[in-house]
């Protein structure tokens, strides 16, 4: 089993700095990572995952994690915020291939993170 | 665009009344997923279909029932809601592989009173 620690219930920010959604997990079997946004009354949508190889992966609105395996950790991080990235944050795990759960997702709490101008 | 549909957005039911929530997709994936999300708290899996296979999550009550007629719709009936069950209900589809995208509908909204 999996479980999932967002270390973060809601992160305000001003425009334009940077800022930082942590997210641990534990798991005894090797995992996938994800993180998803879900904007006000929507459902979730995905911003971005780590499956293999560079620990550093990169969305394409300038968000970007690093899986940190002696930490167990998939940070998010943004250089510089927008209004538009006020949303709630969910990091969630999967098992990886050989795993009984394919494509489940277990997901942390959430972090909301609000940009003020 | 291929996507993932929920009707009704809004259901308002009322105490023991039973209530059904539908989800269409045109990705034809064969898995459909459905979360129960609570206000400020992580989506739940209820349960998931892998095509016409049906899973059952464990702490899921008998409350929740599903159908999945065929690969575009999957439903979920409720059959007697309760005052706790009030709740966004969150549909999602994936490829049948760990490390898939879940592509998740807008959610059906339910307010039971």
């Known amino acids: 089993a999996q479980s999932v620690t967002q270390l973060d219930s809601q992160v305000p920010v001003f425009e334009e700095a940077p800022v930082e959604l942590r997210c641990n997990y534990s798991?005894?079997?090797?995992?996938?990572l994800f993180w998803y946004v879900q904007y006000p009354n929507q459902g979730l949508q995905l911003l971005l995952k780590y499956l293999s190889g560079s620990t550093l992966v990169e969305s394409i609105n300038g968000f970007e994690a690093e899986f940190n395996k002696s930490q167990t950790s998939f940070h998010l991080r943004k250089p510089s915020v927008h209004i538009s990235d006020t949303a709630e944050y969910f990091c969630?795990?999967?098992?990886?291939?050989?795993?009984?759960?394919?494509?489940?997702?277990?997901f942390g709490q959430g972090t909301i993170l609000t940009v003020h101008p | 665009d291929a996507m993932v549909i929920q009707n009704p957005r809004y259901q308002v039911t009322q105490f023991g009344k039973p209530v059904t929530l539908s989800c269409s997709q045109t990705?034809?994936?064969?898995?459909m997923y459905w979360y129960q999300q609570k206000s400020s708290q992580a989506p739940k899996l209820l349960f998931h279909?892998?095509?016409?296979?049906?899973?059952n999550e464990a702490d899921t009550p008998d409350n929740f029932q599903s159908r999945r007629p065929n690969t575009s719709f999957c439903f979920l009936d409720i059959r007697s809601p309760g005052l706790g069950d009030a709740a966004m209900y969150l549909c999602?589809?994936?490829?049948?592989?760990?490390?898939?995208?879940?592509?998740f509908g807008p959610g059906t909204r339910l307010t039971v009173l």
């Open positions: 999602a589809t994936s490829r049948p592989h760990s490390g898939s995208e879940q592509f």
């Open positions: 279909y892998y095509d016409k296979d049906f899973n």
């Open positions: 990705l034809n994936h064969n898995v």
């Open positions: 798991s005894s079997v090797s995992v996938y």
């Open positions: 969630a795990v999967s098992e990886s291939p050989g795993g009984t759960s394919y494509g489940k997702l277990t």
